[in-house]
């Protein structure tokens, strides 16, 4: 898996400062994606392609939507750097929030997104590893900023007013087509297709693992090199799935 380019400023706020790691994981264990109805008692859960709360439905209990998925692939990618690895110390606070992940992936989620397995191997090995991991925690925070972040906040604060009016123009005063047109361009953001850019670059099949060119038609996530093979498949994939399928089977692309 390939990882853009993070300039040496980004990583000590993002994993120090911000403590994006943790943050991540907190927003996955409280799931706030997901409202409960404390009279009926009934769930729903945050549509984020029609921007509504839907009821969730007994098939879909068990899918992971798009929301959930960004946060796991974000901590993945986070702790598959290098450099991240380098910075970030996992004390004991840190470690039993980890840990706590370990129940959430199951099977039925690593069918989902197949490389939070390797995640998950990860984690069974900071379970027995004794003590912090990582560098230890100093009272000193070096912050390295690159050089143009000086002159740019210059160039704001000798512009603001112009800027301020732009921005009230644009997002408080904006037509009602402008303001679509805007939020259109967000949710095209949360395109599920943008996970491809993490998944294996070589597709094997679910069921033999040979190289596949087919996936379910539906959730388009398992990949398969023939038909018999999804056949074969389909009683373990459909509660990740989430849909029934009278023929036992699902179409090809």
């Known amino acids: 898996m390939k990882?853009?380019?993070?300039?040496?400023?980004?990583?000590?706020?993002?994993?120090?400062?911000?403590?994006?790691?943790?943050?991540?994981?907190?927003?996955?264990?409280?799931?706030?994606?997901?409202?409960?109805?404390?009279?009926?008692?009934?769930?729903?859960?945050?549509?984020?392609?029609?921007?509504?709360?839907?009821?969730?439905?007994?098939?879909?209990?068990?899918?992971?939507?798009?929301?959930?998925?960004?946060?796991?692939?974000?901590?993945?990618?986070?702790?598959?750097?290098?450099?991240?690895?380098?910075t970030y110390e996992i004390h004991n606070y840190r470690k039993n929030q980890l840990m706590k992940l370990k129940s959430m992936l199951n099977e039925v989620t690593i069918d989902q997104i197949p490389v939070l397995g390797e995640f998950q191997?990860?984690?069974?090995?900071?379970?027995?590893?004794?003590?912090?991991?990582?560098?230890?925690k100093s009272g000193l925070i070096l912050e390295m900023l690159p050089p143009f972040r000086t002159n740019l906040e210059a160039e704001l604060k000798k512009n603001k007013s112009q800027i301020l009016k732009i921005q009230i123009s644009e997002h408080v005063n904006g037509s009602q087509e402008m303001m679509t047109e805007k939020a259109k361009r967000l949710a095209s953001t949360y395109d599920f297709e943008g996970f491809e850019a993490v998944l294996p670059k070589c597709a094997k099949c679910a069921t033999c693992g040979e190289p596949a060119t087919k996936r379910?038609?539906?959730?388009?996530?398992?990949?398969?090199?023939?038909?018999?093979?999804?056949?074969?498949?389909?009683?373990?994939?459909?509660?990740?799935?989430?849909?029934?399928?009278d023929d036992g089977g699902r179409d090809d692309e």
């Not at 899918?63 to 796991?72: D, M, R, S, V």
């Not at 539906?218 to 093979?229: G, I, M, T, V």
Request: charge should be positive.
């Open 3 to 86: 990882f853009f380019r993070i300039e040496s400023s980004v990583i000590p706020r993002l994993v120090v400062s911000a403590d994006a790691p943790m943050l991540l994981t907190d927003i996955l264990l409280q799931k706030p994606w997901i409202c409960r109805n404390k009279n009926t008692g009934i769930e729903t859960i945050y549509n984020a392609d029609e921007q509504r709360w839907a009821e969730i439905e007994t098939g879909s209990r068990q899918l992971i939507g798009k929301i959930e998925g960004q946060a796991w692939l974000a901590l993945y990618q986070l702790f598959k750097h290098t450099r991240v690895i380098s």
């Open 121 to 136: 191997r990860w984690l069974n090995e900071v379970a027995i590893t004794n003590g912090p991991i990582g560098p230890s």
């Open 216 to 245: 379910c038609g539906q959730c388009r996530n398992e990949w398969y090199c023939k038909r018999e093979c999804q056949v074969k498949h389909w009683p373990k994939h459909k509660v990740a799935c989430g849909l029934s399928c």
